[in-house]
């Protein structure tokens, strides 16, 4: 791997050391917020191969990315995942990469845990809005709470850190702030919240009716716990506390109260090759095509690699505040990649 590359660098001299990855489009469940139930996927032949996603990925790490995120839709029910975390696996071993991570609704971590760990992977970020059986059954409409608490034991027994993401939905899961945050606290695991963004037809549900500004959770934890700011920056939305009486951290993704563009440290790629900018603008690059056409050679792709972070938006346009989603995006978050 030539590793004398210059690194990636935005035109707002952001360095680019992160790639989040959606591997496939697809789900077994189907979130309220996330897709509507009659989702339509893409046809299998558009999607990249495993093979083509090693490449990809692969450049990306020899222009200095520096943390790979395999996320989808749901990761782990794309066929054979498992010999695509071990071939990333090299990257981490020769050092190239210092994490290679995963976001998941945890269904299929009971069978996969061990392989992760195994393939280098050390921390996983599991999506879980609701710890009560009925309630998540309404919210993912396909999923079993029984499944993804034996998932999240089976990583914790494998040795891998999990993190905890929950969307903060109005009237759906905010009396459960405190039940969530002491479950959390009891099993050593950091919790996320993050704020329903505009991003995807979702049938009949109401973007509005959903959201839920984590301003007034953080105030409703307030209320019970002592909230000590962190300095801990990842280059994302994301910005956390510590909770005096638990010690865990609690992390709030504001990219609608807040705007933390000016530090992101990411791009990213989708299942059929198109590398988003910013998760919040339309605009992308098409990966596939200098992919297929150069089968042999690198250079094409890492010309479009690099006119593409150059070309990468200073912001996202998301905007509830005149009581509508503005700044909606047409895709998926299961497209894109949460
Ligand atoms: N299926 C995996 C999962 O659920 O963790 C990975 C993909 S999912 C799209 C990634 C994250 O995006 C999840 O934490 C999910 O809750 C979140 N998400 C999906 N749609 C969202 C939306 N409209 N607003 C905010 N978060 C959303
Ligand atoms: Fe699937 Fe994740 Fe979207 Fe839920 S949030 S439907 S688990 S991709």
């Not at 034991?153 to 999990?162: F, P, S, Y």
């Not at 996202?316 to 497209?335: A, K, T």
């Amino acid at each position: 791997m030539d590793r004398i590359q210059p690194p990636l660098v935005d035109p707002f001299a952001r360095a680019i050391t992160y790639l989040r990855v959606s591997v496939t489009d697809r789900c077994d469940f189907r979130c309220v917020y996330c897709m509507s139930e009659n989702m339509t996927f893409l046809p299998k032949a558009e999607l990249l191969t495993l093979e083509e996603l090693d490449r990809l990925c692969s450049a990306f790490v020899a222009l200095g990315v520096r943390k790979l995120r395999i996320t989808g839709g749901e990761p782990l029910v794309r066929r054979n995942i498992m010999d695509f975390f071990r071939a990333m696996s090299r990257h981490i071993d020769s050092g190239a990469l210092e994490e290679l991570t995963l976001t998941t609704n945890g269904s299929q971590l009971a069978r996969f845990a061990g392989d992760l760990a195994a393939a280098g992977v050390r921390r996983v970020n599991v999506s879980l809005d609701t710890l009560d059986d009925d309630r998540f059954t309404e919210i993912t409409r396909w999923g079993r709470l029984s499944q993804v608490r034996e998932g999240i034991a089976a990583a914790r027994d494998a040795g891998l850190r999990v993190k905890i993401n929950a969307v903060a939905l109005r009237g759906v899961n905010e009396d459960e702030l405190f039940r969530l945050t002491e479950w959390c606290a009891g099993s050593d695991m950091d919790l996320t919240w993050i704020e329903v963004m505009p991003m995807g037809d979702i049938g009949n549900e109401d973007r509005l009716d959903q959201y839920w500004s984590l301003s007034d959770l953080r105030a409703r934890l307030a209320t019970r716990y002592t909230l000590i700011d962190t300095p801990e920056r990842t280059g994302g939305p994301a910005r956390y506390v510590r909770l005096a009486e638990t010690g865990q951290k609690v992390g709030f993704i504001t990219p609608l109260t807040h705007n933390f563009c000016e530090s992101c440290n990411r791009v990213r790629l989708t299942c059929t090759g198109q590398l988003f900018m910013c998760l919040g603008q339309e605009d992308m690059a098409d990966l596939r095509a200098p992919l297929r056409a150069h089968p042999d050679d690198d250079a094409p792709l890492n010309a479009a690699i690099r006119a593409a972070i150059a070309a990468k938006p200073r912001g996202h346009d998301f905007d509830y505040s005149r009581r509508r989603p503005d700044g909606q995006v047409s895709r998926h978050m299961s497209h894109t990649g949460g």
